[in-house]
Nanobody, 120 residues
Framework: QVQLVESGGGLVQAGGSLRLSCAASGSIFSINNMGWYRQAPGKQRELVAI???????NYADSVKGRFTISRDNAKNTVYLQMNSLKPEDTAVYYC??????????????WGQGTQVTVSS
């Protein structure tokens, strides 16, 4: 069993900042890519940012220059620093990780989601 637990969401005014965290735990052998996705009401879930085990990153165009993804491999944790937040960033944010378990099964796992609300 692998669990991902997110924290750090909340309500913030436009222009403000939030930092999301997501810690993976359980039967983990290794973690490949980790990422953040978001889903706004009435919209499909979309990729926000992704980071490889080696630290290579990729961002959605809408967040480039404002959001920064990072990870602490020793803690099996991924972070998303969100600056200059806009009302259109309002969504439920989900973390995801591709995990190789101790039984050598490899699959994608998801957190439960954390709400981010940006007021104008």
């Amino acid at each position: 069993q692998v669990q991902l637990v997110e924290s750090g969401g909340g309500l913030v005014q436009a222009g403000g900042s939030l930092r999301l965290s997501c810690a993976a735990s359980g039967s983990i052998f290794s973690i490949n890519n980790m990422g953040w996705y978001r889903q706004a009401p009435g919209k499909q879930r979309e990729l926000v940012a992704i980071i490889s085990s080696g630290g290579a990153t990729n961002y959605a165009d809408s967040v480039k220059g404002r959001f920064t993804i990072s990870r602490d491999n020793a803690k099996n944790t991924v972070y998303l620093q969100m600056n200059s937040l806009k009302p259109e960033d309002t969504a439920v944010y989900y973390c995801s990780a591709v995990v190789r378990s101790t039984n050598y099964y490899t699959g994608a796992h998801w957190g439960q989601g954390t709400q981010v609300t940006v007021s104008s």
